[in-house]
């Protein structure tokens, strides 16, 4: 794991992707357009189409098979808003090197991904 690196090296597209503001088939070709020109390693682009063109579609087709129901499922019935001790963390006071990185990337971002936590 790396400190540094907020976003373990994974594309940072998904939110644009969601929001129909990318097209996924458009982003896969550009990638494999990079492969082909010799801009990008292989591996990087094969990752890269099997997460836009696999995982993601995947997960998407997902929502509309089950319906609404299932889109608007909470199996886990969470519904308590964070407690108050939340808001009063602080990152920099913890001594645990990974949640204190989990916490910074949280308060500085709103983000951090989920092999961390």
């Given at each position: ?8 090296s994974h594309s940072l ?72 001790w939340w808001n009063e963390l602080d990152a920099d ?25």
């Open positions: 794991m790396l400190a540094a690196d907020p976003v373990m597209l998904s939110s644009s992707l969601n929001l129909g503001l990318l097209d996924p088939a458009e982003c896969v070709e550009r990638a494999a357009a990079e492969w082909h020109a010799g801009r990008a390693p292989l591996s990087s682009v094969e990752g890269f189409v099997r997460q836009i063109a696999g995982w993601r579609e995947y997960v998407w087709q997902l929502y509309w098979y089950f319906g609404e129901d299932y889109r608007d499922s909470n199996v886990l019935h969470h519904t308590a808003p964070l407690p108050e006071a913890v001594e645990a090197r990974c949640l204190h990185t989990v916490l910074e990337q949280v308060r500085d971002t709103g983000w951090t991904h989920h092999i961390p936590g």
